[in-house]
């Protein structure tokens, strides 16, 4: 099927219109409605080709790829040309085979019309393995991409994937046109593991499409999409943990052993299953896994470019490189960004702090005594022991009690503050307890602490652009979530901060918690911390017991923002105080 450009002629659609086809009109017209915004690539960005990969609601396999063009009146467009077939047929590596230079032309999808033969699939398999054995021999060219991305789906086997490409050269990164190589790399090293069906954009302008995995040449603020989302840049982790080194193992066997069947013998074999674990247990088994198979020595991850084989020919002529504006400086959801760094080897454990990583619970004496030794060190070796990974929840409470002591906080210098902030976002506030020995906690009690630990950690760096990436996804999280802990972490952070100061935000940031808001219907239940117990007090006579409950605040705010003229007067409100502020920082 070919869609082009046909205008919404009033009805609703995209107004792509499926201009050629071997199918039946009306079958055509549905695959069109399915698809929908992925026959578009639009935005500022340069156009190029592109290749998606995605399911339709009866479970066939849709291969589109993407050109840039031109509509009747010489606007900017997209034209597409869609194989749709039974998964047996376009299987997963035949997929990412033909999405490594595509098929056909764009001058034959811009001209064809009408009723259209059947492709043959043997046209296909020539083409596909043809490819696949250049494609193996340029695996090593995108190692470093492999690593960092298989350390997200071990740590997380449900997240989406986006990777930021760019025209910036990096070691073992992928320009735009090797994105199906890593696709293939990963596939070759997960197989059936994660147990999810691999569906992929090779380029798109955003990354809020309900695919495995994406390639974007900028992030854009605004992230939606369905589940959760990794961001995945090519800055090597600062601080490597352990799904580093095992990604780094795990690529290894796979360079190794290219031609292999999909799905290394340590996942699928050893591991069978695991994607469902939680990842604390996932962590242990999968270490157990590495030891016996003699795959636990800590590796390097690269540091320079790898040895290049000669390139393969495309099979088509590339489209013109696309002149991306890079992306600003910010800190990415995952889990290496911050200073570069080669070596995923951690310092040795400071001496005396061996019980912090044993998972037991301690009793009162014991824990103040570890509480006094932790008293007597210094951030750095603090910061370090909250780094190792693997800290049972008593042991991560105790550091970040010492860590956000007031005297510590009010002396501590520059750097480590901004190594505090990136650590603590890195890990979310520590919302959600891991390590070993993890039980269910209160979540009241873990937004209590991800509050203390935003107010001294992240508020003083919040207009650092560092850090503008994690805060609008921490933010943007807490303002949707509907459980009462949320709105007491909005309430002692934003609202009324425990120290009495409110944070200095950027307005991208206000701007992005009133838009949250304002969109929600109904209205969120704050559960505030009890106050302290008023003395009892009789109601005035006449009043009955059935009476209504003064409203609350919280209740009031609710009210306000069901109400539409409210809403808008206070969206004027805020943008005109703005903007006043933003005068006024400016004289």
């Given at each position: 099927?070919?869609?082009?450009?046909?205008?919404?002629?009033?009805?609703?659609?995209?107004?792509?219109?499926?201009?050629?086809?071997?199918?039946?009109?009306?079958?055509?017209?549905?695959?069109?409605?399915?698809?929908g915004?992925?026959?578009?690539?639009?935005?500022?960005?340069?156009?190029?080709?592109?290749?998606?990969?995605?399911?339709?609601?009866?479970?066939?396999?849709?291969?589109?790829?993407?050109?840039?063009?031109t509509?009747?009146?010489?606007?900017?467009?997209?034209?597409?040309h869609?194989?749709?077939?039974?998964?047996?047929?376009?299987?997963?590596?035949r997929?990412?085979?033909?999405?490594?230079?595509?098929?056909?032309?764009r001058?034959?999808?811009?001209?064809?019309?009408?009723?259209?033969?059947?492709?043959?699939?043997?046209?296909?398999?020539?083409?596909?393995?043809?490819?696949?054995p250049?494609?193996?021999?340029?695996?090593?060219?995108?190692?470093?991409?492999?690593?960092?991305?298989?350390?997200?789906?071990?740590?997380?086997?449900?997240?989406?994937?986006?990777?930021?490409?760019?025209?910036?050269?990096?070691?073992?990164?992928?320009?735009?046109?090797?994105?199906?190589?890593?696709?293939?790399?990963l596939?070759?090293?997960?197989?059936?593991?994660?147990?999810?069906?691999?569906?992929?954009?090779?380029y798109?302008?955003?990354?809020?499409?309900?695919?495995?995995?994406?390639?974007?040449?900028?992030?854009?603020?605004?992230?939606?999409?369905?589940?959760p989302?990794?961001?995945?840049?090519?800055?090597?982790?600062?601080?490597?943990?352990?799904?580093?080194?095992?990604?780094?193992r795990?690529?290894?066997?796979?360079?190794?052993?290219?031609?292999?069947?999909?799905?290394?013998?340590?996942?699928?074999?050893?591991?069978?299953?695991?994607?469902?674990?939680?990842?604390?247990?996932?962590?242990?088994?999968?270490?157990?896994?590495?030891?016996?198979?003699?795959?636990?020595?800590?590796?390097?991850?690269?540091?320079?470019?790898?040895?290049t084989?000669?390139?393969?020919?495309?099979?088509?002529?590339?489209?013109?490189?696309?002149?991306?504006?890079?992306?600003?400086?910010?800190?990415?959801?995952?889990?290496?960004?911050?200073?570069?760094?080669?070596e995923t080897?951690?310092?040795?454990?400071?001496?005396?702090l061996?019980?912090?990583?044993?998972?037991?619970?301690?009793?009162?004496?014991?824990?103040?005594?570890?509480?006094?030794?932790?008293?007597?060190?210094?951030?750095?070796?603090?910061?370090?022991?909250?780094?190792?990974?693997?800290?049972?929840?008593?042991?991560?409470?105790?550091?970040?009690?010492?860590?956000?002591?007031?005297?510590?906080?009010?002396?501590?210098?520059?750097?480590?503050?901004?190594?505090?902030?990136?650590?603590?976002?890195?890990?979310?506030?520590?919302?959600?307890?891991?390590?070993?020995?993890?039980?269910?906690?209160?979540?009241?009690?873990?937004?209590?602490?991800?509050?203390?630990?935003f107010?001294?950690?992240?508020?003083?760096?919040?207009?650092?652009?560092?850090?503008?990436?994690?805060?609008?996804?921490?933010?943007?999280?807490?303002?949707?979530?509907?459980?009462?802990?949320?709105?007491?972490?909005?309430?002692?952070?934003?609202?009324?901060?425990?120290?009495?100061?409110?944070?200095?935000?950027?307005?991208?940031?206000?701007?992005?918690?009133?838009?949250?808001?304002?969109?929600?219907?109904?209205?969120?239940?704050?559960?505030?911390?009890?106050?302290?117990?008023?003395?009892?007090?009789?109601?005035?006579?006449?009043?009955?017991?059935?009476?209504?409950?003064?409203?609350?605040?919280?209740?009031?705010?609710?009210?306000?923002?069901?109400?539409?003229?409210?809403?808008?007067?206070?969206?004027?409100?805020v943008?005109?105080l703005?903007?006043?502020?933003?005068?006024?920082v400016s004289?």
């Amino acid at each position: 099927m070919v869609f082009r450009w046909d205008g919404n002629q009033g009805r609703q659609g995209t107004g792509m219109k499926a201009v050629a086809h071997s199918c039946s009109s009306e079958r055509a017209e549905e695959l069109g409605r399915e698809l929908g915004p992925l026959l578009w690539v639009s935005g500022a960005r340069a156009p190029r080709q592109s290749i998606v990969r995605t399911l339709s609601r009866s479970g066939e396999v849709m291969l589109v790829q993407r050109w840039p063009t031109t509509d009747r009146g010489g606007r900017p467009s997209t034209v597409s040309h869609v194989l749709v077939g039974e998964p047996q047929i376009l299987k997963t590596r035949r997929s990412l085979a033909l999405a490594h230079g595509g098929w056909g032309r764009r001058e034959s999808a811009e001209q064809a019309t009408g009723q259209q033969p059947m492709v043959e699939c043997a046209e296909l398999d020539a083409l596909a393995w043809e490819r696949l054995p250049q494609m193996r021999e340029l695996l090593p060219t995108v190692q470093h991409a492999l690593i960092l991305v298989t350390a997200e789906w071990l740590r997380d086997p449900t997240q989406r994937v986006s990777l930021l490409t760019s025209e910036e050269e990096l070691p073992g990164w992928p320009d735009q046109d090797a994105v199906p190589l890593v696709y293939l790399g990963l596939f070759m090293l997960f197989g059936p593991w994660l147990g999810q069906e691999w569906t992929f954009a090779t380029y798109d302008t955003v990354d809020t499409h309900p695919l495995r995995l994406m390639s974007v040449p900028r992030w854009e603020p605004d992230t939606g999409g369905p589940g959760p989302l990794a961001r995945v840049m090519g800055r090597p982790p600062a601080h490597p943990l352990f799904e580093h080194r095992a990604a780094a193992r795990l690529v290894d066997h796979l360079l190794e052993h290219p031609e292999a069947r999909p799905g290394v013998p340590q996942l699928v074999d050893g591991l069978g299953g695991g994607a469902a674990l939680d990842w604390p247990r996932r962590r242990a088994l999968l270490k157990d896994v590495l030891d016996a198979d003699g795959l636990a020595a800590p590796p390097r991850l690269p540091d320079r470019a790898p040895t290049t084989p000669s390139q393969a020919p495309q099979p088509n002529p590339a489209p013109p490189a696309p002149t991306p504006t890079p992306a600003p400086p910010s800190v990415s959801t995952a889990p290496f960004a911050g200073h570069p760094a080669a070596e995923t080897e951690l310092p040795a454990r400071h001496e005396g702090l061996e019980d912090l990583h044993v998972p037991h619970r301690r009793n009162a004496v014991q824990r103040s005594r570890l509480a006094d030794r932790l008293r007597t060190l210094p951030d750095d070796v603090l910061l370090h022991e909250l780094r190792s990974g693997g800290l049972p929840p008593e042991s991560v409470d105790l550091l970040l009690n010492e860590l956000g002591d007031s005297v510590r906080v009010r002396q501590r210098g520059t750097a480590m503050r901004h190594a505090l902030c990136a650590e603590v976002l890195r890990n979310g506030l520590y919302l959600t307890p891991n390590g070993p020995g993890a039980e269910p906690a209160s979540r009241m009690a873990l937004a209590g602490r991800a509050a203390d630990l935003f107010t001294w950690a992240v508020a003083p760096l919040a207009r650092d652009e560092r850090y503008l990436r994690d805060l609008q996804e921490l933010l943007h999280r807490m303002c949707l979530d509907r459980h009462p802990s949320a709105g007491n972490w909005l309430q002692e952070t934003i609202l009324a901060p425990r120290n009495g100061r409110a944070p200095d935000l950027p307005p991208v940031l206000w701007q992005q918690i009133l838009r949250d808001m304002i969109g929600q219907s109904p209205a969120r239940s704050v559960a505030s911390h009890a106050p302290p117990a008023a003395p009892a007090h009789t109601a005035p006579p006449g009043r009955s017991a059935l009476a209504p409950i003064p409203r609350t605040s919280a209740s009031r705010l609710s009210e306000l923002t069901r109400n539409p003229g409210c809403v808008v007067g206070t969206c004027v409100g805020v943008i005109v105080l703005l903007l006043l502020a933003l005068v006024l920082v400016s004289m």
